[in-house]
């Protein structure tokens, strides 16, 4: 069964990087096939994606989030982190982190999510 856990400050100020890690249990994130995102969720908004690291360590981002996201991986630790520079408080919501099964085109684990609040 493969497990996926968020882990990072729950509070971060306007301008400073917020830096989440996912750890993934049950399955290795260099097994071909499945890509590994970033996906949030804004107080009384839809789900947004952010980002994805794939098996091979190419990484592709959404363009909404203007340059600000990088994503990294650690695959001795079977992790993977995202960084958004800059912050606003717009950037508060629950962030998740999920794996993307790309032969069935959808996602088929996700983490319990994590909240993010930005705040001075």
């Known amino acids: 069964q493969v497990q996926l856990q968020e882990s990072g400050p729950g509070l971060v100020k306007p301008s400073q990087t917020l830096s989440l890690t996912c750890t993934v249990s049950?399955?290795?994130?260099?097994?071909?096939?499945?890509?590994w995102s970033w996906i949030r969720q804004p107080p009384g908004k839809g789900l947004e994606w952010m980002g994805v690291?794939?098996?091979?360590?190419?990484?592709y981002y959404s363009p909404s989030l203007n340059g600000r996201t990088s994503i990294s991986r650690d695959t001795s630790k079977n992790q993977f982190t995202l960084q958004l520079s800059s912050v606003t408080p717009e950037d508060t919501a629950v962030y998740y982190c999920?794996?993307?099964?790309?032969?069935?085109?959808?996602?088929?684990?996700w983490g319990q999510g994590t909240q993010v609040t930005v705040s001075s």
């Open positions: 999920a794996r993307r099964d790309t032969t069935l085109g959808l996602w088929d684990y």
């Open positions: 049950g399955g290795s994130i260099t097994t071909s096939v499945y890509a």
């Open positions: 690291i794939r098996y091979d360590g190419n990484t």
